[in-house]
Structures are given as structure tokens and as C-alpha cells.
């Protein structure tokens, strides 16, 4: 389909990406009021409302995402709330879901985290991807190597990472905590501290949580992963693909993409994940195409799982 046919007309479509972390008195009629005001624009897409803010993704025709924007935004609290544009429509979700929950991003830190009108309270101090490389710089001459803490599933990180990043054991984002009180990372303390993830969002509550486990100089990047690539690429502190949640699972910033993931079996360069050939298992792994197509070896390599399928 040429671009010619839709430049114009009603056949535009867009997805919003979209977070704001700030007080919400009633999440059950802000989420009554969302869910009303996108069935009334034909939107699908998933929306998470909690007493901390809002975090959604939504997509559907250009003049309704454009309608959804200036409506949100008459809220209060969404007034400045920044939207990302992607390519994608309302097909792109099996359906439109509004939900209240403890918390827009499930650390388990519901009771802990504590926002204002500016957004998480006593988080990293954020940087654009320029002050990012400016910070490695200045550290650098000052004999201090900043650390790059990765605010991912572990999983995520086989494919690409901040040059020698810390890549915690974490399998969901409920596992951050338990891995910042295990005491494996308090060298890092006193340390610069960079946190990163796909597009921020996480990295606005995992910052926080660290510097109230004594992090005392703890940095994030605003926009995450996916402005740091759209500013710098593969030349930059970025090497490998990002993991993305949607059909394509990764993508890459340029042609220069290093390739960072291997076939956990054979160790083969790849960079595709597929799920565990134990339907009950839930793990999602990198095999190269032949061990993915041979059932000796297209699951997760747990003892359960191996034994089930061979
Ligand atoms: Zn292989
Ligand atoms: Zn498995």
C-alpha cells in the first residue's frame, strides 16, 4: 500500500505511548472516564490507572488519537503529560482494556513509592541521552567508570545493553527488590549509578526504590533506551538490538547493530526469542533457528521442560 493512498485521509492511523506519575484521588472514575472517552473514539489498547498516575498504550484512527490527547489532558494531573507516537491502529490490540491497579508499573512497592504533582518523589535525577555521555565523560576524567544498571527483565539484556552494564537476576520486575536487598550490588552504593529501560517508565520507580536503599548517587535516562538509540544509534554507549513487546521482539537503531545474542544451546549468534516448547512454561528464550525447529532442544533448558519435550 503506497503512502499516496492514505496521505490525508480518514485511513491514518497512530499508537500513543504514554505515563504520568502523579496523584490520582479516584483511579476508579478516572478509569471510568478513560474507558468511556476511548470506546466513544473506537480506540483499542491497554491503560493501567493507579493512585500513583496513568501508563497506557493505545492505538486507533489519527483524528481520534488526536481528540484522545486534548481530552486526557483536561485532567489536572495528565496536563503536561508528554505522548509518543508510534506507527500501528487499533488493530494492533486484540481489544481496549481499563484497569485500576496498586500500581502502573507492578514492583510491589505500592505502599512505598510517593508522588507529587512533579512526579515520583526522591527519584534518579534525569538526563538526556547528550548529559548521559556527558556524565560517562566527566566521570572518566575524574578516574570514576560510571555503572550502567539495567532496569529490564534479565532476559531482555541478551540482546543488547549499555556497554558493561550490571544486568540484575531479575525474571519480573517483582524481583527488583529482593535483588537490591540481597547485598550483591552495595559496591555500586557510592558509586554513579545510571539506570535504564525501554522508555523510562520503570526506571521513574526502580531509581527511587534505590536511593531509599542507601544508592546515593543514582542517574536515569529520560526516555529510556529508545531516545538514547533515536539520538545515538550504534555509535554511541548503546551496543545490540532492544527488546520490544510487540510482533517484530526487537528492533535496532541502525545497520551498525552489533549482534549481541546467542542460541542458548549451540551458542550460535541470534537474535530470537521463542517461547519455551512447554506449553505450561512461560519462559521466553534465544535459539538459533535449528535448535528452535528440533524438539530435543526448543525449550528453556529447565530440567521440567527439557524432560518433557525429549
Ligand atoms: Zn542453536
Ligand atoms: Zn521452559
Known sequence: MGTKSTRGTNSETRILLYYRFTPVADPTAVMLWQRTLCESLGLRGRIIISHHGINGTVGGSLTAVKQYIRRTREYPGFHDMEFKWSAGSAEDFPKLSVKVRDEIVSFGAADELRVDENGVVGGGTHLSPAE??????????????VVFFDGRNAMEAQIGRFRGAVVPDVETTHDFLRELESGKYDDLKDRPVVTYCTGGIRCEVLSALM??????EVYQIDGGIVRYGEQFGDSGLWEGSLYVFDKRMHMEFSEDAVSLGTCMHCGTATNTYHNCANGDCRAMVLLCESCAGSPATAHCGRDGCAALVS
Open 211 to 216: 536511593r531509599n536503599r542507601g544508592f546515593n
Open 132 to 145: 548521559v555521555d556527558e556524565l560517562v565523560e566527566k566521570k572518566r576524567a575524574a578516574g570514576d567508570d
